[in-house]
Structures are given as structure tokens and as C-alpha cells.
């Protein structure tokens, strides 16, 4: 039987010490600043940078990962005698796993004997990196090419992904909400609390006024839907709030007697759609 690798994009916004240390290969999603040509790769500029940037105006313009750049790393992994599990950014919110699964399609024309499986796990940030973690512990353990692409598809709808925004203008010029209700919200101090449906899409759930009560209302959905309160695994994700992130973690621990178990930066890709300050929380859940 042959040995496969595990592939991803950066949109999983595990940073790339880890997924080097997972022994876990990744196509870089891009994006550049107005009034800049040049392109950035997710993990060129450090994300305090990159926040810093746009605290001081900077409006990023991000692109998918190619077809052509997903081409060139299969090829090269099925040249040494390896098939392929790619886990992947939403289709909801990205073209990038859509472009991997043409370059799987004419790399397997080329290689007929190799196994290249495309999943989308309808998740972005540390909720897909969850996934893809799920993914590397599964093949430790022994699972098959095919058994761990059944066991995300399996899984990915169980990956809850609630998330809050500090700045409302992000989400307008993303065009999730109308100008008007982010003047109003900014003013009036509303944070949405927000989540990813099966879809893979950002949907607005609910408001509450004040940050603190957007953490409590994360914590709140922790308890509702969390499979294992106590010991389950969980991820948070940052758009450079650390202090914030460590303020959710100590809830759910107070809460639940639950431990975080990787706080990592939302990566500027994500971080371009969402601001400074965003603040995201991924468990397995009864459903999303």
C-alpha cells in the first residue's frame, strides 16, 4: 500500500513551524495592499505587521491559491511515490479548494497509479487547522488514504466555528453587512457573534452590546453544543487580541473545566475580511 501525504492551504492559519513539525504540506492563498503591485504570501509579513498595517488604513485584496501552484506540488509528491489527502478552505468563501481539485484531476491523468483525495472541509482559520490536526493524528494512528478522507468528511459538520468582530467595517466592505447597520453598530457598540453553516458561509447569528459580551455569548455556545465540555479539543484564533483570546480560554475554563488547546493568529488572508480584533472559537459540536 502506498504511503500518502497530507496537503493544505494556509487559510488554515496553523503557522508553518507546525505544519512542518505535522509533517503537513500547504499552497500559500496571496494578497496585496491598494495602491501596492506587490503580492504577499499568507505567511510573508509577520500578523502583527500586517494588522498594524491596516490599523493605519491598509485595505488588503486577497486571491485564491491557482491551480497551476497546487499542479506543481502534487507532481512533485506523487513523483515520489505518494498519494495525497488535500484538506482544504471552504468552497463557500474561497476558489482555492476548487482549484486543487483540477490540479488533483490532471495530475492523476498524468500518474494513473496515484490516489489524490480532495476534502473541503467547509471551514476557514483554526477551525479547518482543527480538522487537518484531526487529520495528522488520524494517520498516526494508522488510518488508510481513504479511511481519514471519510473520517473529515465525517467530522467537518460537527467543527463549530463562532467567531465575534471588534470593527464592523470589515464585514461591510466584505459586503456581509449594509453600510448603514455598521455605522450604527460602531456607535452603539453591537458586536455580532457570528458562525459557519454547513455551507461553509459566515452567517450573522445574533448581536450584544460590548466585547465582553460577545466572549460570554462564544462561552454560552461552548456549553449549548460542545460534545465533550471538559476535555474536548479546542482552538482559538486572533486578529492580534491575545489578551482577549486568553480571556475566552480562562471562561470556558471556569465554565467547563475545558483547557485550550492552541491559541494561534487568524493569518492576514482571513484577517483581511474580518479586521483587528476578531476573535474565533472551533470545538466538535452536536452540529455546527
Known amino acids: 500500500m502506498r504511503d500518502y501525504v497530507i496537503f493544505t492551504d494556509s487559510a488554515c492559519d496553523i503557522p508553518t513551524g507546525t505544519l512542518r513539525e505535522w509533517d503537513v504540506g500547504w499552497c500559500s492563498l496571496t494578497y496585496t495592499f491598494e495602491g501596492e503591485s506587490r503580492q504577499y504570501e499568507n505567511y510573508e509579513l509577520s500578523c502583527p505587521e500586517f494588522y498594524e498595517r491596516v490599523r493605519q488604513g491598509g485595505v488588503a485584496r486577497t486571491s485564491a491559491v491557482n ?71 488520524k494517520k498516526k494512528a494508522g488510518a488508510t488514504l481513504a479511511e481519514n478522507e471519510q473520517y473529515i468528511l465525517d467530522n467537518r459538520f460537527h467543527l463549530c466555528h463562532w467567531f465575534t468582530v ?94 485550550v488547546d492552541r491559541i494561534v493568529y487568524v493569518g492576514p488572508v482571513i484577517g483581511a475580511h474580518t479586521g483587528p480584533g476578531v476573535l474565533a472559537l472551533f470545538f466538535l459540536g452536536k452540529q455546527r
Do not use: Q, W
Open 67 to 137: 491551480a497551476s501552484a497546487f499542479e506543481e506540488a502534487f507532481a512533485k509528491i506523487v513523483s515520489e511515490g505518494k498519494d495525497i489527502l488535500y484538506v482544504g478552505f471552504s468552497t463557500g468563501l474561497s476558489g482555492t479548494c476548487d482549484a486543487a481539485g483540477i490540479a488533483a484531476k490532471d495530475v492523476m491523468e498524468a500518474h494513473p497509479e496515484a490516489d489524490i483525495r480532495c476534502v473541503d472541509t467547509r471551514g476557514a482559520s483554526a477551525g479547518f487547522g482543527l480538522l487537518l490536526y484531526m487529520a495528522v493524528e
Open 166 to 259: 471588534e470593527d464592523l467595517i470589515y464585514l461591510k466592505r466584505g459586503g456581509r453587512i449594509s453600510a448603514a447597520t455598521a455605522i450604527v453598530g460602531n456607535v452603539l457598540g453591537f458586536k455580532p457573534v457570528m458562525h459557519m453553516d454547513d455551507a461553509g458561509h459566515l452567517i450573522n447569528m445574533f448581536k450584544v452590546r460590548g466585547r465582553n459580551a460577545s466572549l460570554r455569548a462564544m462561552a454560552d455556545k461552548y456549553g449549548e453544543l460542545a460534545l465533550d465540555k471538559k476535555d474536548g479539543t479546542i482552538f482559538i484564533s486572533h486578529g492580534d487580541c491575545l489578551e482577549d483570546a486568553e480571556k475566552l480560554g480562562k471562561m470556558l475554563h471556569e465554565r467547563y473545566g475545558a483547557t
